[in-house]
């Protein structure tokens, strides 16, 4: 059973801010959020990882509130090549991320 | 980022043979490597979990005689699906840990088998 819950798809345009909503109502004191973006037949790329509040790197934007039941990535100006499908994982970074769980993921597709 | 690569990307083989997909991390020392199954349009399916220089431990429902999986050093796993058959045709990944500590786990390119 999957640990997280996402849309399973999300449609934008060329240049929007996307918002992707991940649950995780039971998270662990000791799991991390992970983003993952995968494109077809590769393997996940690593976006973004945080434990509380908010992290940023130059890709995305990671909020997370108080509770940690949830997460939300933040994709700024999107662009064609963000067409891919989006993983949120929770794991525990101190057992090396053992068994992590891959939910449904979100297929975002961006038009121009 | 740390790099993980798979050979081969992809490849053809006859039902009933075996093949072998390597996964090695290229800078960094894995104690634990991870290996999934993907069909399309579907999401990954964690199959083993493997610890160098231990036995893998195989998740529910996956054959450990068929998917055979060799850890034998810090940076190297193999996956061999052995006496392979069409329904095995998939996308396989691997995916590599620093361990405890580490920050995340790293991909690898994937590799698509094909039985005909």
């Known amino acids: 059973l999957a640990k997280t819950t996402q849309p399973i798809s999300m449609d934008s345009y060329e240049g929007q801010e996307v918002n992707i909503t991940c649950s995780h109502n039971?998270?662990?004191?000791?799991?991390?959020i992970t983003w993952y973006q995968q494109f077809p037949s590769q393997g996940p790329r690593f976006i973004i990882q945080?434990?509380?509040t908010k992290v940023t790197n130059e890709v995305a934007s990671l909020f997370i509130p108080a509770d940690r039941k949830s997460s939300t990535l933040s994709l700024p100006r999107v662009s064609l090549s963000d067409t891919a499908v989006y993983y949120c994982?929770?794991?525990?970074?101190?057992?090396?991320?053992?068994?992590?769980?891959f939910g449904t993921g979100t297929r975002l597709l961006v038009s121009p | 980022g740390a790099v993980v690569s798979q050979h081969p990307s992809w490849v053809i083989c006859k039902s009933g043979t075996s093949v072998k997909i390597e996964c090695r991390s290229l800078d960094f020392q894995a104690t634990t490597m991870f290996w999934y199954r993907q069909f399309p349009k579907q999401s990954l399916m964690l199959m083993a979990t493997s610890n160098e220089g231990s036995k893998a431990t195989y998740e529910q429902g996956v054959e450990k005689d068929k998917f055979l999986i060799n850890h034998a050093s810090l940076t190297l796993s193999t996956l061999t699906v052995t006496s392979a058959h069409p329904e095995d045709s998939s996308f396989y990944i691997c995916s590599a840990s620093l361990g405890q500590g580490g920050n995340t786990i790293y991909f690898g390119e994937g590799s698509w088998l094909t039985v005909v």
């Open positions: 945080g434990y509380k």
């Open positions: 994982l929770v794991g525990d970074r101190n057992t090396g991320f053992q068994k992590l769980v």
């Open positions: 039971n998270i662990a004191t000791n799991d991390y």
